[in-house]
């Protein structure tokens, strides 16, 4: 499988509509990849917490239109990143897409664990339910967004509902990056899965972003790293590792926390 992680900047100057029209392009150029992966909040900055009431959209909304067509035109599955979401009751959340190769959506998912400590995106956007995974041809991805990575038991959950390749989205600060290739290991390794992390680039609303956007194999191996600045991380990967992981090295089966407690 060959993956495509689109590591941008939110630039200050450039409006929304340019950006939307820049990322459409970026992803048409990734014809040929199986899957292209975008970061979080792309349309408005992680930490534009003061733009997320003005730029949010409704889920078919126009990030939505161009992301579909730019799929479709790139012929991949595209993990679009995420999106301010404006939902039919007023409530916003920090929502993704996934579309398929016909630009058809697969998914969306509400992101569950909100940062800000009660400031910022924690008390601007509801909190995400549900755990989503999308099935591909040979591998089945399991969908988390940035704060998220900190939470193992998603990505548990995730794994218990067949997810062999996990995709974090993210706007991850870079005061905190040795965390951030950190946890992307770990959860690889947890869950004998492959990671792809992607991040944003630049400075957003004063706040230096990580970038370094990176894939991890089952063994947590990175296999690929982005640097700080704009970039296009490609990489091939076996997805069929995951269940040859799994089975040279049956961790998962001897888990006891979080099933049913055993009879005495």
Known sequence: MRASLIQIAVNEGESVE???????SLVREQAGADLVVLPELWTTG???FEDFDAQAEPL????????????????????????????????LYNTSLVFSPSGDLAAAYRKIH?????????VLMGAGRELVTVRLPGTTLGVATCYDLR???????????GAETL?????????????????ARARAVENQAFVLACGTAGTHAGVPQAGHSVVVDPWGEVLAEAGADEEVLTVEFDPAKVARTREQFPALRDRVLGLETPRR
Do not use: C, I, N
């Open 18 to 24: 340019a950006r939307r029209r820049r990322m459409a």
């Open 151 to 161: 939470f193992p038991e998603l990505f548990r959950g995730l794994v218990e509902a």
């Open 60 to 91: 078919e909304g126009p990030t939505y239109e161009a992301m579909a067509k730019a799929a479709s035109d790139a012929g991949a599955w595209l993990h679009a990143g995420s999106v301010p979401e404006r939902a039919p009751d007023g409530q």
């Open 167 to 183: 995709v974090v989205p993210a706007g991850w600060p870079e005061r905190r990056r040795s965390h951030w290739t950190l946890l």
């Open 46 to 48: 992680a930490f534009a």
């Open 114 to 122: 909100r940062f800000g400590f009660d400031k910022g995106e924690a």
